[in-house]
Nanobody
């Protein structure tokens, strides 16, 4: 079993900053990509940022230059530093981890999601 748990959401004024954390734990052989996604009310879930195990990052255009994704491979943790927050950043932020597990003498790569952490940006 693998668990993915986010933390760090909250209420912040426009222009402020928040730092989200996400830790994966359990029977993990290896973690490949990790990422953050968000879902605003009435909208579909969208990609915010991803990072590979080697540190290659990818950002949605709407957050580029304001958000920074990073990870600590030793801790199986990914972070999202969010600066210059806007009301349109309000959403539930979900962490995703592409995890390789060992099962029945075989390796399987599966996507695991956290339950989300809410970020609210007031104007």
């Amino acid at each position: 079993q693998v668990q993915v748990v986010e933390s760090g959401g909250g209420l912040v004024q426009a222009g402020g900053s928040l730092r989200l954390s996400c830790a994966a734990s359990g029977s993990i052989f290896n973690i490949n990509a990790m990422g953050w996604y968000r879902q605003a009310p009435g909208k579909q879930r969208e990609l915010v940022a991803t990072i590979t195990s080697g540190g290659i990052t990818n950002y949605a255009g709407s957050v580029k230059g304001r958000f920074t994704i990073s990870r600590d491979n030793a801790k199986n943790t990914v972070y999202l530093e969010m600066n210059s927050l806007k009301p349109e950043d309000t959403a539930v932020y979900y962490c995703n981890a592409e995890v390789t597990i060992a099962q029945m003498d075989q390796l399987h790569t599966l996507d695991y999601w956290g339950k989300g952490t809410r970020v609210t940006v007031s104007s």
